[in-house]
């Protein structure tokens, strides 16, 4: 009973490239979450998606980054051209269904390095 | 802005004695509430969730909830020194669409 997978683990990016970060929900969860941690800070959300919508974006920034939860594979954050603020823990969760009785599970992190 | 406030800490126990967390919301229209672990370099654990005004306790954790203070806490009884990590709270945000996080309290439990 594998858990929310995510790759890759650590991911180190130039300047102006794009970074690709990947999430594959628990068997069972159709409900997935981005967050992006700073060193010192919590946990920010980003995007709340379900298959082949977006239901929340309320925390994603304006440029750059971009969700996406396809009919088929992984969860897909995007970010493009990276500066070095980019550079943080990305974790995703997913929950087999919204509400108050259903915390999230979070996948083990992809650690991006912007150089 | 929806905020979740933690001390930070650090919060020192020595091993057996009850740790305290505390935790405040601002979102009147939060109804669920969640603590989560997090040792360092890792990703959170959740530990338990309340809902209800009162009590929940869940082995060696208590939650405890106050909607009209805006005050949810986490008690840890005969706290070990693998309970040293960092606690976090989150609150279900009205629409329920996202866990907002509080910054995390680190704990730190000596032997």
């Known amino acids: 009973n594998a858990g929310v997978m995510q790759n890759p683990r650590h991911l180190v990016r130039r300047r102006g490239q794009e970074a690709r970060l990947r999430c594959s929900p628990m068997?069972?969860?159709?409900?997935v979450y981005w967050y992006r941690q700073l060193p010192e800070e919590g946990l920010k959300f980003m995007v709340y998606?379900?298959?082949?919508?977006?239901?929340?974006e309320s925390g994603m920034p304006k440029e750059r980054f971009s969700a996406e939860f396809p009919k088929e594979g992984p969860s897909i954050l995007r970010i493009q051209q990276v500066v070095r603020g980019d550079s943080a823990a990305y974790f995703c969760?997913?929950?087999?269904?919204?509400?108050?009785?259903?915390?999230?599970?979070f996948g083990s992190g992809t650690r991006l390095t912007v150089v | 802005q929806k905020e979740v406030e933690q001390n930070s800490g650090p919060l020192s126990v020595p091993e057996g004695a009850i740790a305290s967390l505390n935790c405040t919301y601002s979102?009147?229209?939060?109804?669920?509430f969640f603590w989560y672990r997090q040792y360092s370099g890792k990703s959170p654990e959740l530990i338990m969730f309340?809902?209800?005004?009162g009590d929940k306790e869940d082995g060696r954790f208590t939650a405890q909830l106050n909607k009209a203070s805006q005050y949810v806490s986490l008690l840890i009884r005969d706290s070990q020194p693998s309970d040293s990590a960092t606690y976090l709270c989150?609150?279900?945000?009205?629409?329920?669409?996202?866990?907002?996080f509080g910054k995390g309290t680190t704990l730190s439990v000596s032997s």
């Open positions: 068997k069972g969860h159709s409900h």
């Open positions: 998606l379900q298959k082949e919508n977006i239901i929340d």
């Open positions: 309340i809902y209800s005004n």
């Open positions: 969760a997913s929950s087999p269904r919204t509400g108050e009785n259903y915390g999230y599970t």
């Open positions: 989150a609150a279900l945000n009205q629409a329920g669409t996202a866990l907002i």
């Open positions: 979102d009147r229209g939060s109804q669920s």
